[in-house]
């Protein structure tokens, strides 16, 4: 009978501690896993990327080496996806934030090359300082696309 009421309590103990400790749970907020800025920005793809290269010059070209580094397919690719993505209005990116957040196998792109937004996603100071200016380049500039 007293092992019966230890359990018993250490059982009641448990469950108290997992009802209140928050089971962690994967869910997107409005900077995770794409910053806010971005979420909301009017600005193209394009756009983003000018403005990359001229204020945050050392991510754009880390991001180009990358980008050239992979095949014909994923390049296309990567500009398809992101494309679609600035097409959509704030409702559609922010539910495409969730998604990310909670689903691991919802981006086919990032099982082809997992850093193929990172320009783009990953850095809540580039996304600042990039949608700060974007507005100021072209909106249709493919020249972006082509490093050397």
């Avoid at 089971?23 to 403005?51: F, G, K, V």
């Avoid at 992979?70 to 679609?84: E, F």
């Avoid at 990310?100 to 193929?116: D, G, I, K, L, V």
């Amino acid at each position: 009978m007293h092992t019966t009421l230890r359990l018993a309590a250490a059982t009641a103990a448990l469950v108290g501690a997992l009802a209140t400790s928050g089971i962690a749970s994967a869910d997107a907020t409005d900077d995770y896993p794409i910053p806010n800025r971005i979420l909301r920005t009017p600005c193209t793809a394009e756009q983003i990327m000018a403005a990359a290269r001229d204020v945050e010059p050392v991510y754009y070209e880390r991001y180009m080496i990358d980008y050239n580094n992979k095949p014909a397919a994923d390049q296309q690719g990567a500009q398809d996806r992101i494309h679609w993505f600035f097409s959509m209005d704030y409702a559609g990116r922010r539910q495409y934030s969730e998604d990310t957040a909670t689903n691991a196998f919802y981006e086919q792109m990032s099982w082809r090359w997992p850093n193929w937004a990172k320009l783009f996603f990953n850095n809540k100071g580039v996304a600042a300082h990039t949608t700060d200016v974007c507005q100021n380049y072209p909106a249709n500039d493919m020249s972006v696309w082509d490093w050397h």
